[in-house]
């Protein structure tokens, strides 16, 4: 028997806890080893879950201890995330970094080419790869059943709420701070159409911008802040004050010790934090909505459509023989989740997509858990990844998609624009 694959975690804040939380969770195939936060409280409960486990205060403090694992989780702010993973490739490890990879292409494939050289492999954390139901769909694109793939349509609905608390009043509010929307929220679906399409982009278009969270819309009277006394706050969509209750879940990403938290303590905090803020009178300039289109090297066209104001994912693939159809309003409308429509006689095949037994299908439709149970074969092994940036693909659409946006919807292709 082998030994397990040992795993140091670089970040231990909600990222970094659920994928040592789901690694501890498969006993002896994982050994956490290291793990590393400048907030003490994240950084012991994640060793809390291992035995012997190093914990540094910083990710210099890490780097200095040299290689402590086989491979290091970097699950830090995204601004970070170059520096982090280079740091890592230069230790010799291999690496599980959180997308987006970097905040600029440039330095994503600064990050490819290093870890060729290097012969090192990075993952990305596209968790819906391993989600059963998008396995479901690569499969069935793979068995033919389609025919030759003609096109591709997905669409992500934000939510209305999660826009605002992650996007607008959150970490990713601002392109200047972390990366563009559609790199930022949507750099999945970017590896999807790619990764489903089995090819790598030729030419992208895109439009989008920001409407909705911006002062001009603000109701008569809002303050600064909710918890300043708004006078349209019964009504209004995004009072701060609902993390006091049907949006409590929210807050566990942002305020340590959140779930066991006083009313008061919680209201101080949306006093205080950005998380307080009306949404029509914050610093952001990310889009609330865009779309993309591209045509793929093997001539399969693709769109995707991002908007905060709708909830859950659908995928459409179009193929010669027949159509498949799925997602999340599929499902809502008591459908079958995954269904294929058949060219030749109009026939509705509903499709299995085979879900765990246990409550790993949770985070991310199960793709968290996939995605963990799936690192003794991305770093080990005959079938292991090749050297490079995995998912390198997904994201030279996604940021070029947002080049073409700023430029207003010129088609651009990956030979037509700087890398930055």
Request: charged share 25%.
């Amino acid at each position: 028997m082998s030994a397990p694959l040992s795993i140091a975690i670089l970040g231990c804040g909600s990222r970094g806890r659920t994928y040592a939380k789901i690694a501890a969770s498969f006993g002896d195939r994982y050994e956490l080893t290291a793990a590393a936060d400048p907030v003490a409280v994240r950084r012991e409960t994640v060793a809390a879950l291992g035995e012997d486990v190093a914990v540094f205060d910083s990710a210099d403090a890490l780097f200095a201890a040299g290689k402590l694992a086989d491979v290091l989780v970097i699950a830090t702010q995204d601004a970070q995330h170059f520096g982090h993973a280079m740091a890592a490739l230069e230790t010799g490890y291999d690496v599980l970094l959180e997308k987006p990879a970097a905040e600029s292409l440039e330095r994503c494939e600064a990050i490819d080419r290093r870890a060729r050289e290097l012969g090192r492999r990075v993952a990305l954390g596209f968790v819906l790869r391993y989600t059963p139901f998008y396995s479901t769909v690569k499969e069935v694109v793979e068995s033919g059943r389609l025919g030759r793939v003609i096109s591709i349509r997905t669409h992500e609905g934000v939510e209305p709420y999660h826009q605002a608390h992650s996007f607008v009043r959150g970490h990713w509010r601002s392109a200047k701070g972390s990366t563009p929307m559609i790199v930022a929220k949507c750099s999945h679906d970017a590896d999807l159409l790619c990764w489903l399409g089995d090819a790598v982009a030729a030419s992208i278009s895109s439009y989008g911008d920001r409407t909705w969270f911006r002062a001009e819309n603000a109701p008569a009277g809002a303050p600064a802040r909710c918890t300043d006394g708004c006078p349209a706050a019964k009504d209004c969509l995004y009072d701060a004050h609902r993390y006091l209750g049907d949006k409590r879940r929210w807050l566990r990403m942002v305020l340590d010790g959140s779930e066991e938290a006083e009313d008061e303590t919680i209201l101080e905090f949306l006093r205080t934090s950005p998380w307080g803020r009306c949404v029509y009178r914050c610093d952001n300039d990310v889009v609330d909505h865009q779309v993309l289109a591209c045509e793929l090297e093997n001539g399969i066209t693709a769109t995707h459509t991002m908007t905060a104001f709708d909830c859950g994912r659908t995928i459409e693939i179009y193929g010669t023989k027949a159509a498949l159809k799925g997602g999340t309003p599929y499902e809502e409308a008591g459908a079958s989740e995954l269904w294929l429509r058949h060219h030749l006689d109009g026939r509705i095949e509903p499709v299995e997509i085979l879900k765990p037994s246990d409550d790993g299908y949770a985070g991310h439709g199960g793709g968290d858990y996939g995605i963990v149970d799936a690192f003794d074969r991305l770093f080990r092994g005959p079938d292991a990844l090749p050297p490079g940036l995995d998912g390198l693909a997904g994201h030279r659409l996604a940021f070029l998609a947002e080049a073409s946006r700023v430029a207003t919807g010129r088609a651009i292709s990956p030979d037509s624009t700087p890398a930055s």
